[in-house]
């Protein structure tokens, strides 16, 4: 069974950097396989932020690609986001999601942590 | 980034009637290799996003029927043939064929 599951702050204050983890299990992240994150903010649409690979490769949004980073644990099947220089328009539900293999849509996705970024 | 557009942004339908949600995206989703990077999900209350087409007309395992994609190059609908209570949420298309992917502004589908 494919789970995934988000975890972070709920509230993290203005400049600061957040961390989100993805843990996932009934796979692993191997050849052909890829992990992304996707945001949501309130009333607003859904927004792809990065991916990462089962090599490595890593992706990010354009606008957001100064102040992401993206890593993989795979001894731990996790995979982290990092923003730094959280504002309060960062305020969203964010999700991780996976691609099986090969395939470019998202096949699971997690629940959704919610961020709230304020003073 | 290519932008995809959807009309119309919010879709008010009687159960049982058809809906039509349509995409455009700024650049064709056609790759060379013959496929279209076009899918389409769907976001109920309270829910993650749910897969419901790919790549434009291919119903995702367990996807109702009533459900269903057309489209080519830049111009993409989503049908629902008879729209039911369940079916109420945000509707998103999505590109995969350039990084960074991008998603629709989505439509929002409530019943009357």
């Known amino acids: 069974q494919v789970t995934l599951k988000e975890s972070g702050p709920a509230l993290v204050k203005p400049s600061q950097t957040l961390t989100l983890t993805c843990s996932f299990s009934?796979?692993?992240?191997?050849?052909?396989?890829?992990i992304n994150w996707i945001r949501q903010s309130p009333g607003k649409a859904l927004e792809w932020l990065a991916r990462?690979?089962?090599?490595?490769?890593?992706f990010y949004s354009t606008s957001l690609k100064t102040r992401l980073a993206i890593s993989k644990d795979t001894s731990k099947n996790q995979v982290v986001l990092r923003m730094t220089n959280m504002g309060p328009m960062d305020t969203a539900t964010y999700y991780c999601?996976?691609?099986?293999?090969?395939?470019?849509?998202?096949?699971?996705w997690g629940q959704g942590t919610v961020v709230t970024v304020s003073a | 980034d290519i932008v995809m557009t959807q009309t119309p942004l919010s879709l008010s339908v009687t159960p049982g009637q058809p809906a039509s949600i349509s995409c455009r995206s700024s650049?064709?989703?056609?790759?060379?290799?013959?496929?279209?990077?076009l899918y389409w999900y769907v976001q109920k209350p309270g829910q993650s996003p749910q897969l419901l087409i790919y790549?434009?007309?291919n119903p995702f395992y367990g996807v109702s029927d009533r459900f269903s994609g057309s489209g080519s190059g830049t111009d993409f609908t989503l049908k629902i043939s008879r729209v039911e209570a369940e079916d109420v949420g945000l509707y998103y298309c999505?590109?995969?064929?350039?990084?960074?992917?991008?998603f629709g502004q989505g439509t929002q589908v409530e019943i009357k």
């Open positions: 990462i690979d089962w090599d490595d490769d890593k």
């Open positions: 999505m590109q995969t064929i350039q990084m960074p992917w991008t």
């Open positions: 009934g796979f692993s992240l191997s050849t052909g396989m890829r």
């Open positions: 790549e434009v007309s």
């Open positions: 650049q064709s989703l056609l790759h060379s290799d013959g496929k279209t990077y």
């Open positions: 999601a996976r691609m099986g293999h090969w395939l470019y849509y998202f096949d699971y």
